[in-house]
């Protein structure tokens, strides 16, 4: 049993975030590999991207929005409370180095995924520029660890609520324009979104790091769930990524296998989320 | 009773058929096909061995079970001492009963067989070995005194468990690290609940939970921690982690929503229980026309499978005749009481598929059979010109599996050959690295299970004279 630690509810409690006891996993990890984890006897096993970890304390931290039901049932478990499973650290790290002067682009919860990457880069004595974007002000998460890991914070917002109003790419090609000698883009967060940063990262010629979110299985190479199609190549996100070059990676065929399961999603959704009402009518 | 079957009338006693589910009932559930024999049949079945002096059919069983022996035990009604001869050889009867490929194993031998249908020794085994898990004594074997030694075993298939089983008994401490949340390996994750229970397994692992044996789940050897780090905690390492790499057809249109690899669809079914969606939350797409490419055990048991999902057709796509069919025969024969589908001598070019990204069929071509091939089977050759679609929504691919890199990657200093399988010595299970062994289908290849477990015991002997001997 993997128990909960620390538990915080960000953008409204559309993510939460936990640290979670799991001293083997913590010691081994390193920035962009991910744990899966499944909440109890007949939950999905559930791959998320570790965003921090405290090897001292033997804690990992995972981030994530609840989309569907079972990251609505990982967000009913409390402090005290334990995941059944938990695998990892799976995938391959993100190769760090030193390349002079990088942009770090990141949206939704793909922002934590993109911290302790920033946060190495900086410490390599690269220049870092973050951009970092959300829907709306109040569901912008981690803006003071993104601040402290990056020399340049550029803050974007859909509707402009906080920060420039538009797009995180709109913000990459003004970043780009102005800094012609950035060697590295690393761009996390909605398909669509590392999708045209990657377009827009290929006309100025800079190689672009992306870090994919296939449906997963075992994360451990044996079921093929996870396929991806990079440089026209079959890959498996779970061992051969789920960093990948952004200018070789086939967002559309990508796009398409994440809809694999959207009505057998929606009904374990609806009827989890009348379980809960239930749930809750019993207790008052 | 016994008056009834006297000496010279023994030869003409049939061979007793195990009861079964109807297959018209059967399609739709996923509860275990055959029954098993009772007491009674078993006896009667026990009756038809004539107990060779030089058994041929022991030269079929690759771990050499004393057949007449066990079978003797059960004539005379002795169901314990039956179990406890099949134990001094195969610690996990209960499944080899019904997973050997009898017929070209020892079934395949025995001298019965050459006039009448031979023995049914696999029916027979799993008998005993049903008997004593429900209805036997609580009996657990003697094991020697600690040695103060440790093994690490790798994988908890039918390889790991077995080398796990003899080495407790033989006064060492054995851990398995198992990569999965549960441990079994294909026993558990592969070969569908209604050929073998997964209750079955189970409780072969807590038997070994029960000796001694420390079993870690969801440690993923190469990644939570490396071989080389279970080397600095244990005097020695075994590797069965199996042969878990999938392999695609490599056509255009293996992308589309509806197609899966054997392991996934198999994974997701059994060990993730996709059938019992949604009181499981793991999800399967529930295809109405399925089909599956191969025709190993593999393919037989995602075919079976889609019918127990729903399907209204399910067919086996195979390259060569039924004649080449590589399953075990009680597959083939229980897949088509089931209704599923042969299309013979047929080999997919791509897949077809909708704009939303769902499958909806598959561009076949007709084969005819050529010379024989290297294997000595003969060579499937288009027809040109004989392209036919066959619509379906979902297909299954299952052409075998490759070996996965993962632990192998992790650790430097182990041989592998020129597929990535590891190398070790066909007697001792040894490979270049010292102090670990491997052995089951990361070595051969896929295979069996009974050749995993013998694979199993040679290693475990040779680890034995290690810690014992130091060599
Ligand atoms: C390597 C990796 C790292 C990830 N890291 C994070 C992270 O740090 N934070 C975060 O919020 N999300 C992360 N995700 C995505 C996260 O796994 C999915 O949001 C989650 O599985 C949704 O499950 P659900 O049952 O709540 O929603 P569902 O209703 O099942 O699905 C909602 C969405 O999630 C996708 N999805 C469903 N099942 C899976 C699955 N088994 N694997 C991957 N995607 C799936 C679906 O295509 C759909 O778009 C990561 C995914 C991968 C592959
Ligand atoms: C669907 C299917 C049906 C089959 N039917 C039959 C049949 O009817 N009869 C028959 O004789 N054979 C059958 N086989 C073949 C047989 O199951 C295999 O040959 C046998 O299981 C091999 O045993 P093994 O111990 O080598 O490996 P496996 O059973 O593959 O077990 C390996 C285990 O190691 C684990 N592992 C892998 N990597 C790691 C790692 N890095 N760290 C920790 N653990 C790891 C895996 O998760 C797995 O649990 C079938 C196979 C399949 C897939
Ligand atoms: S283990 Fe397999 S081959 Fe050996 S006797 Fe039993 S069924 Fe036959
Ligand atoms: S060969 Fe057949 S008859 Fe002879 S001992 Fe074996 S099972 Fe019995
Ligand atoms: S999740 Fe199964 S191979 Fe990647």
């Known amino acids: 049993m993997f128990e909960i630690v620390e538990r915080e509810e960000m953008a409204q409690g559309t993510i939460i975030s936990n640290w979670v006891r799991a001293p083997k996993i913590a010691k081994k990890a390193k920035p962009g590999q991910f744990v899966i984890l499944r909440a109890n006897e007949t939950g999905e096993r559930i791959p998320l991207t570790m965003a921090d970890t405290d090897p001292e304390r033997g804690l990992i931290n995972i981030i994530y929005a609840v989309v569907g039901k079972s990251t609505a049932l990982f967000k009913t478990l409390k402090v005290g409370d334990a995941y059944l499973d938990v695998i990892g650290p799976l995938g391959q790290p993100t190769h760090l180095e030193k390349v002079g002067k990088v942009v770090c682009v990141g949206g939704g919860t793909g922002i934590a995924v993109l911290h302790p990457i920033t946060r190495g880069l900086k410490q390599l004595g690269n220049h870092v520029i973050a951009i970092i974007g959300a829907r709306t002000k109040e569901l912008l998460i981690l803006e003071d660890k993104m601040r402290a890991a990056s020399h340049e914070l550029h803050i974007c917002t859909d509707d402009g609520s906080y920060g420039h109003k538009g797009f995180v790419t709109e913000m990459l090609k003004k970043v780009l324009t102005e800094n012609r000698d950035i060697g590295l883009a690393v761009c996390i967060g909605p398909v669509p979104m590392m999708k045209f940063c990657s377009q827009m990262t290929k006309e100025f010629g800079v190689k672009t790091l992306v870090s994919l979110n296939p449906i997963m299985l075992d994360g451990t190479g044996m079921c093929g769930c996870c396929r991806v199609q990079v440089g026209g190549r079959m890959q498996f996100a779970c061992v051969d990524g789920p960093e990948f070059d952004g200018h070789q990676v086939d967002f559309d065929e990508l796009t398409l296998r994440l809809r694999s399961y959207l009505p057998e999603e929606k009904l374990a959704y609806d009827r989890f989320k009348a379980s809960l009402g239930q749930g809750c009518s019993h207790k008052s | ?471």
């Open chain 2, 1 to 471: 009773m016994s008056e009834e079957v006297k000496a010279p009338k023994k030869e003409k006693i049939p061979r007793q058929k195990m009861p079964e589910q109807d297959p018209q009932v059967r399609r739709h559930n996923f509860n275990e096909v055959p029954y098993g024999y009772t007491p009674e049949l078993a006896m009667k079945e026990a009756e038809r061995c004539i107990q060779c002096k030089d058994p041929r059919c022991k030269q079929g069983c690759p771990v050499e079970i004393d057949i007449p022996g066990f079978i003797k035990f059960i004539k005379e009604g002795d169901f314990e001492a039956a179990i406890r001869k099949l134990w001094e050889k195969n610690s996990l009867p209960a499944v080899c009963g019904r997973v050997c490929p009898q017929e070209i194993q020892c079934e395949g031998l025995c001298v019965v067989g050459k006039k009448d249908e031979p023995v049914a020794i696999g029916n027979l085994e799993r008998f005993a070995a049903d008997y004593q898990r429900l209805h036997g004594r609580d009996i657990l074997p003697p094991k020697a005194p600690p040695t103060g030694k440790k093994v690490a075993v790798v994988g908890s298939g039918p390889a790991g468990l077995t080398v796990a089983g003899d080495l407790i008994l033989k006064g060492h401490e054995v851990t398995i690290f198992e990569a999965l949340h549960a441990p079994g390996g294909v026993l558990i994750y592969g070969i569908p609940e209604f050929r073998l229970p997964k209750e079955i397994v189970a409780h072969e692992c807590r038997y070994l939970e029960r000796l001694g044996v420390k079993i870690e789940v969801n440690a993923v050897i190469g990644r939570t921690e490396t071989v080389d780090e279970l080397l600095e905690r244990f005097d020695a390492v075994f590797l069965g982690v199996g042969a878990g790499l999938p392999m695609f057809l490599n056509i255009p249109g293996e992308h589309y929503i509806g197609v899966y690899s054997a392991n996934e669809y198999l994974t997701r079914s059994n060990l993730m229980r996709a059938y019992d969606f949604p009181n499981y939350d793991t999800p399967l797409v529930r295809g109405k026309k399925v089909a599956t490419f191969g025709g190993g055990n593999v393919a037989m048991d995602a075919a079976r499978t889609a019918l127990r999902m729903g399907a209204e057709h399910s067919y086996i796509i195979y390259r060569r005749s039924h004649a080449e069919l590589p399953a075990r025969a009680a597959e083939i024969h229980h897949a088509e009481e089931e209704g599923v589908e042969f299309l013979f001598l047929t080999n997919p070019v791509r897949f077809l598929g909708n704009e939303d990204g769902y499958l909806t069929g598959v561009e076949c071509l007709k084969m005819e059979l050529g010379e024989p091939d290297a294997s000595g089977r003969r060579r499937p050759i288009p027809i040109p010109g004989s392209e036919f679609i066959v619509e379906i929504d979902t297909a299954v691919i299952a052409i075998g599996s490759g070996a996965n890199p993962l632990l192998t990657k992790a650790t430097p200093g182990l041989a592998l050959n020129k597929w990535g399988y590891i190398i070790a010595d066909p007697k001792t299970g040894k490979t270049m690295k010292p102090r670990v062994w491997a052995g089951g289908d990361i070595v051969t290849g896929a295979a069996t299970v009974i050749l995993a477990m013998g694979a199993g015991r040679l290693a475990s002997n040779s680890i034995h004279d290690f810690l014992t001997y130091g060599w």
